[in-house]
């Protein structure tokens, strides 16, 4: 089947703002390079260009990158080292879903290193929700 050209069109439209420094296109090219659209597919290419968006200090884009590396993504492979340290970094900047994130899945909690730390991390995503 192939790749369009509008496809095409659209990979190079955000590749163009993702090389200017757009934290968002960045993470978008990322995706796209992980899926084939619009470009041939490409893991290491992928991985940088995450890595890339995850860099600028947003914590939705640290969030989301930590959540591709905790669950997998279309040939990104689990890896639950960089996933931690994504989420945790996020969930220290007041990012909520990461903070549920590291509380929700055993194999992501080692940033939280004792038990001080885990029942701060309660205690912040609690008064965050309520």
């Known amino acids: 089947m ?3 050209k509008d496809e095409v069109e659209a990979f190079k439209e955000t590749l163009a703002g993702a090389e200017n420094g757009d934290a968002d296109a960045e993470l978008i090219v990322g995706c796209c390079y992980a899926d084939g659209a619009g470009v041939g ?3 290491p290419k992928a991985e940088e260009w995450l890595r ?3 860099s600028h200090g947003s914590p ?3 969030y989301m990158v930590g959540y591709i590396y905790a669950r997998g993504y279309k040939g990104i492979e689990k ?3 960089l996933a931690a340290e994504y989420l945790a970094n996020a969930a220290s900047l007041g990012h909520v879903p990461a903070m549920c994130d590291l509380l929700e899945h055993d194999g992501i909690k080692a940033p939280l290193r004792d038990d ?3 029942c701060e ?3 912040k995503t609690y008064f ?3």
């Open 60 to 62: 939705k884009l640290r």
């Open 79 to 81: 890896n639950w080292g």
């Open 121 to 123: 991390l309660y205690r």
């Open 41 to 43: 597919k490409n893991i």
């Open 116 to 118: 001080q730390a885990v």
């Open 52 to 54: 890339r968006a995850a």
């Open 128 to 130: 965050v929700l309520h």
């Open 2 to 4: 192939g790749i369009s």
